[in-house]
T-cell receptor, first 114, second 113 residues
């Protein structure tokens, strides 16, 4: 069955520190992988996506993610966190055909201290 | 650039009432998805439509129904509302011809009292 696991429910970092949010997936075929960010009461904003090709993907707001097939992982990273990055982060997996639904992980809440 | 439009943005209903949520996809997008996000939960897929036909179905209660119209907008109809239906309902759209990316609307927050 398709699933996404985000092991960290809540992460707290200091502003300026580096960040890595973990995501592991289970999918029968080659997955399409996504990271979304959601501020409280707001919609979902796409940070980055991986379909194929280079396994290191650059996104918006200085985020990047690396697809590791051997580890079934798609971890999100940022070298220096800003206070405005505080939000909920969702990893999602979709099918190989673009009409397939997205399956989301349970999310990681990021808190940033000054 | 045009985005996905959802209306209303907020909706308050009583138990056992009905609610209709509307979604207007990005122009020339042919696929619409509906997701439900309960408080503190991740978004859960409800149903999707491609070219006005249902293409996939998730954990959508029988009390809910949806359709996509000739102008590609979609409506989610919810009857006999329960307290547990209180959630943020997202619509997303995509195009089979361009990319595999779903573009999300701002959501409709439904509160059932």
């Amino acid at each position: 069955a398709q699933s996404v696991t985000q092991p960290d429910i809540h992460i707290t970092v200091s502003e300026g520190a580096s960040l890595e949010l973990r995501c592991n997936y289970s999918y029968g075929a080659t997955p399409y992988l996504f990271w979304y960010v959601q501020s409280p009461g707001q919609g979902l904003q796409l940070l980055l996506k991986y379909f194929s090709g280079d396994t290191l993907v650059q996104g918006i707001k200085g985020f990047e993610a690396e697809f590791k097939r051997s580890q079934s992982s798609f971890n999100l990273r940022k070298p220096s966190v800003h206070w405005s990055d505080a939000a909920e982060y969702f990893c999602a997996v979709g099918g190989s055909y673009n009409t397939d639904k997205l399956i989301f992980g349970t999310g990681t809440r990021l808190q940033v201290f000054p | 650039a045009a985005g996905v439009i959802q209306s209303p943005r907020h909706l308050i209903k009583e138990k056992r009432e009905t609610a209709t949520l509307k979604c207007y996809p990005i122009p020339r997008h042919d696929t619409v998805y509906w997701y439900q996000q309960g408080p503190g939960q991740d978004p859960q897929f409800l149903i999707s439509f491609y070219e006005k036909m249902q293409s996939d179905k998730g954990s959508i209660p029988d009390r809910f129904s949806a359709q996509q119209f000739s102008d590609y907008h979609s409506e989610l109809n919810m009857s006999s509302l329960e307290l547990g239906d209180s959630a943020l309902y997202f619509c997303a759209s995509s195009s089979r011809l361009t990319s595999n990316e779903q573009f999300f609307g701002p959501g409709t927050r439904l509160t059932v009292l």
